[in-house]
């Protein structure tokens, strides 16, 4: 049974540019989630999907947006890149009915933003 | 409102000794609470996680929690450091009923066990 998968790994961008990141769920999983995790502290979360819709956001500029398609994948998208957007990118993937929001996280992409 | 503090952002212990990491956390609602670790250039691996019941929560790898409502606390432990336990360690809250599905995540604590 495959975990979650993201790709790709490292990633290396200027400033300006776009980017988008991908992330297959867990097997049986409805629900992905992403987090920003900046060099020293801890994962942030940018927003939740769920049946392709945007569930929940956290404070993350417009510049951030997402998407996930009929078998539960999803992408997220960067777009104008600054400096302060370098981190590892965590997905993650859970199950809606699953009341207690276990959430299975992914290896993460590296982003850097020269 | 909810927030994770997590006290000490790195931890020293040598091999063998007790390792405690500690987490209060802050929820309007009631939590449920979350130990992830994470080793060098890998995402996030659960530990243990406490939703309802007994509030001494048993994990993988030898770490145990206890949940404290009337301390706000969710500290994580191990009798014995194993030299694989050099990690970091992450204390996530979430709301039980209000339908926040966003895990809130502490700083972290890097743990460094000692030979």
């Known amino acids: 049974d495959a975990g979650v998968t993201q790709s790709p790994t490292h990633l290396i961008k200027t400033r300006g540019q776009q980017v988008t990141l991908r992330c297959s769920p867990k097997?049986?999983?409805?629900?992905v989630s992403w987090y920003q995790q900046a060099l020293g502290q801890g994962p942030q979360f940018i927003f939740q999907?769920?049946?392709?819709?945007?569930?929940q956001r956290g404070n993350f500029p417009d510049r951030f947006s997402g998407h996930q398609f009929p078998n539960y994948s999803s992408e997220l998208n960067v777009n104008a890149l600054l400096l302060g957007d370098s981190a590892l990118y965590l997905c993650?993937?859970?199950?809606?009915?699953?009341?207690?929001?276990?959430?299975?996280f992914g290896p993460g992409t590296r982003l850097t933003v020269l | 409102a909810q927030s994770v503090t997590q006290l000490g952002s790195h931890v020293s212990v040598s091999e063998g000794a007790l390792v405690l990491l500690r987490c209060n956390y802050s929820s309007s609602v009631p939590p449920y609470l979350f130990w992830y670790v994470q080793y060098p250039n890998q995402g996030l691996q659960l530990l243990l996680k406490?939703?309802?019941?007994?509030?001494l929560v048993k994990g993988i790898n030898g770490f145990e929690a206890e949940f404290k409502k009337s301390e706000t606390s969710f500290h994580l432990t191990k009798p014995s450091a194993h030299m694989s336990d050099a990690a970091e360690y992450f204390c996530a809250v979430s709301g039980a009923l209000d339908s926040s599905y966003k895990l809130i995540f502490g700083s972290g604590t890097r743990l460094l066990v000692r030979p």
């Open positions: 999907y769920y049946e392709e819709e945007e569930r």
């Open positions: 993650a993937s859970s199950l809606l009915r699953d009341s207690y929001n276990e959430q299975f």
């Open positions: 097997s049986g999983h409805d629900t």
């Open positions: 406490y939703t309802t019941g007994a509030t």
